[in-house]
């Protein structure tokens, strides 16, 4: 058994990327699956803004040259790079948000 993991180059390959969630989940009865369109517009530069400042590389793994095995994707942000213009620091990745209070009433 050969396992190769390889990048995502072809229309095809793009293709079974996005199906092989529909296949590996397909007899599960509590999986609701995405619409496919919506899938591809996540993962096309020029249809999802997030690629502005970030960019992506597809993988997929196959099993002697035929069985995809599972997909994944790098991720590459450039917002941490960003200067704030009024302290020149970097920003950071999220903002800090307040934690509400769980303190129960009696």
């Known amino acids: ?22 296949c590996l989940n397909a007899d599960d009865p509590n999986w609701v699956p995405p619409l496919k369109q919506e899938v591809y517009g996540l993962i096309t530069p020029r249809k999802n803004p997030w690629f502005e400042h970030a960019e992506a590389q597809l993988f997929v793994a196959e099993r002697d040259g035929c069985a995809l095995l599972f997909a994944c994707w790098l991720v590459l942000s450039h917002d941490h790079r960003t200067a704030c213009p009024a302290t020149k620091k970097p920003m950071p990745l999220l903002p800090k948000r307040s934690r509400p209070s769980h303190s129960r009433s009696p």
């Open 1 to 22: 058994m050969h396992i190769t993991v390889r990048p995502v180059e072809s229309a095809a390959d793009r293709k079974a990327f996005v199906e092989l969630a529909f």
